[in-house]
């Protein structure tokens, strides 16, 4: 399953961004759905994620985004979202889509845990 992403860019201090990610695939059954972020030099880490289930999905943010970064899911799209507001230079980093579940080939489900390319998000202050 491939996952494309966009919506990165350089913004300023203060500024919102919104990053998409969309996952290819005829039949598939997404569990999570999240967004990690690797800054120069540092590990990947959790931003944030979403479950299944309504259409809401529950999430869970990492604690140096709450109240800033929303994440949220369109089912019928496969498409995961990541709304970034009041950001901050520590922000920075490239982020990551992360979709896990299950592909339908010739009758059979295979699971998958797929990863996008990655999108460069830049502040400046």
């Known amino acids: 399953v491939q996952l494309v992403e966009s919506g990165g860019g350089l913004v300023q201090s203060g500024g919102s961004l919104r990053l998409s990610c969309a996952a290819s695939?005829?039949?598939?059954?997404?569990?999570?759905m999240g967004w990690y972020r690797q800054a120069p030099g540092k590990q990947r880490d959790l931003v944030a994620t979403?479950?299944?289930?309504?259409?809401?999905?529950?999430?869970n943010y990492a604690d140096s985004v709450k109240g800033r970064f929303t994440v949220s899911r369109d089912n019928a799209k496969n498409a995961v979202y990541l709304q970034m507001n009041s950001l901050k230079p520590e922000d920075t980093a490239v982020y990551y889509c992360?979709?896990?579940?299950?592909?339908?080939?010739?009758?059979?489900?295979?699971?998958?845990?797929?990863w996008g390319q990655g999108t460069q998000v830049t502040v400046s202050s």
């Open positions: 992360n979709v896990v579940g299950m592909e339908r080939r010739l009758m059979l489900w295979y699971a998958f845990d797929s």
């Open positions: 695939g005829s039949d598939l059954s997404i569990n999570n």
């Open positions: 979403i479950t299944s289930g309504t259409s809401s999905g529950s999430t």
